[in-house]
């Protein structure tokens, strides 16, 4: 929360980083200090207590579930908004001031959060409505698996609806950037600047690492809830997905930027 936090100050603070990438980048920023808020203090509470004192109100589970969706889905949308900003500044330099204008960064935001926000509550809606003959989570935190689990109605609609879901997301996600780094790439090969070559191949990978752990991270604990057997793993790659992965973002993506390390430095030097 001090590393989000801080880095959310300092883009506010200084003119120089109000700029569309460091605009996008606070869009991650506060969506990894939200996501941490909704899963930690539940789970920290949960640590000190007897098991048979760790309880939560269905109601609590189910707002939990939709914002811990919310959560996973958004960073998504973030994500492949950054990576279209790194396309529009690579492979038309010229252009980029006024097609990224703070106008299009407000509207492409709006996009990613009003889009995923439909699609998790529609989700976690379809569990909602299933009546409920079983009282344990088996999760270190409630997500929509764990609501449905609840239910021993017919969940076939849940299964199908929560397939396209992840389909679309994942699908969706993994094409654009895809075809995007193809872009930059081949923008990159036949230009002849290897400086500016460099420092979009910098730019990129930063991106490309953070989109990588996050996209490994979500196939981990999709494929892992189809084996009930792996339970203890799934467990841990949960708190281990929601936890460590909003830390390396502000590592990662933060302090791997310029403009940003010097920020800190000169706040430093001030003091």
Partial sequence: MVSHSSLLVLIFRSRSLHQPMYLLLCNMVFNDAFG???IIPQLLRNLLLAPSARYIYYMECAIQAFFVHL????SHSILMI???DRYVAICNPLR???IMTNMMVVKLSVVAWGSVFILVLILVGLSVRLSRCRSVV???????????????????LNNI????????????SIGSVT?????????????????QNSRALQTCSTHLAVYTILLVSAFIMVILHRFPELSDHRKL???MGHVVLPVLNAGVYGLQIKEVRQGFMTVLNRK
Avoid: Q
């Fill in 36 to 38: 941490a808020t909704i």
């Fill in 138 to 156: 088996l999760n270190p935190f409630c997500d929509n698996a764990s609501l449905f689990k609840l239910s021993c109605e017919n969940i076939l």
């Fill in 237 to 239: 790659a949960a708190v």
């Fill in 71 to 74: 959560y996973g889905s958004a």
């Fill in 179 to 195: 075809l995007t780094y193809m872009k930059i790439a081949a923008v990159c090969f036949r230009g002849k600047n290897k400086v």
């Fill in 161 to 172: 609806y929560g397939l396209a879901y992840t389909v679309v997301l994942l699908g969706s």
């Fill in 96 to 98: 980029y001031i006024s």
């Fill in 82 to 84: 950054m990576a279209f």
